[in-house]
């Protein structure tokens, strides 16, 4: 039986992150087209045919358990605006990772993110019952690595040359995490910090 089981939907206040299907990669890959999105992430995807294989290759990592995508749908807008998954999945261990997440620019600085997180994590903590939730990101994104601090989670500290990028360049990847002991805590500033957002 799989851990996370087929057809999981998660629901926020301002999004659905509905699984992801392959009537999903063209939208999806129009999307991606803004090279802004993968400033910080290793492989960039603003190439159709490259972001459109990835999620080919994601759809793989299902049936093998190590990662569930999804898409991102705004519920007011009706549309897709990015993507996010559950990765690096570990069920013996009960954790996993939040990863892969890119919002189209026009909903950065957002309540989005926030959403997005607080509906991830409930699933997590609440419905899985995992004992830790990770998340990284470029050891240079200083937007992101601010945005995961706010959230609560815990700077583990840097990976060194952890990936090598499409360009061939090495980067360093600042490792976070949030702790089931820690999760009421978390879900309260959560829960708060998405509720002023939506309210600015």
């Known amino acids: 039986m799989h851990?996370?089981?087929?057809?999981?939907?998660?629901?926020?206040e301002l999004v659905s992150l509905i699984p992801l299907d392959p009537s999903h990669f063209n939208e999806l890959a129009l999307l991606a087209d803004d090279k802004r999105i993968w400033e910080h992430i290793p492989v960039d995807m603003s190439n159709t045919v490259k972001?459109?294989?990835?999620f080919n290759t994601a759809l793989t990592y299902v049936q093998n358990e190590t990662e569930y995508p999804f898409i991102i749908y705004h519920?007011?807008?009706?549309k897709i605006i990015g993507s996010t998954r559950l990765m690096e999945i570990s069920q013996p261990?009960?954790?996993l990772e939040i990863g892969w997440t890119w919002l189209h620019p026009d909903y950065w600085a957002t309540a989005i993110n926030l959403d997005c997180k607080l509906a991830l994590l409930t699933y997590c903590f609440e419905a899985l019952e995992a004992i830790r939730v990770q998340l990284k990101t470029d050891e240079n994104n200083k937007r992101?690595?601010?945005a995961i601090l706010k959230i609560g989670a815990k700077f583990e500290g840097i990976l060194r040359k952890d990936r090598i990028r499409d360009n061939g360049t090495v980067?360093?990847?600042?490792?976070?995490?949030i702790l089931d002991t820690e999760w009421p805590d978390v879900k309260i500033n959560l829960t708060r910090l998405l509720n002023k957002k939506?309210?600015?």
């Open 93 to 95: 261990n009960t954790k």
């Open 51 to 54: 972001c459109i294989s990835a």
């Open 3 to 12: 851990w996370i089981p087929e057809g999981t939907l998660l629901e926020g």
């Open 75 to 78: 519920k007011a807008n009706r």
């Open 198 to 200: 939506m309210h600015e």
């Open 144 to 146: 992101s690595r601010k």
């Open 171 to 177: 980067r360093n990847t600042a490792y976070f995490s």
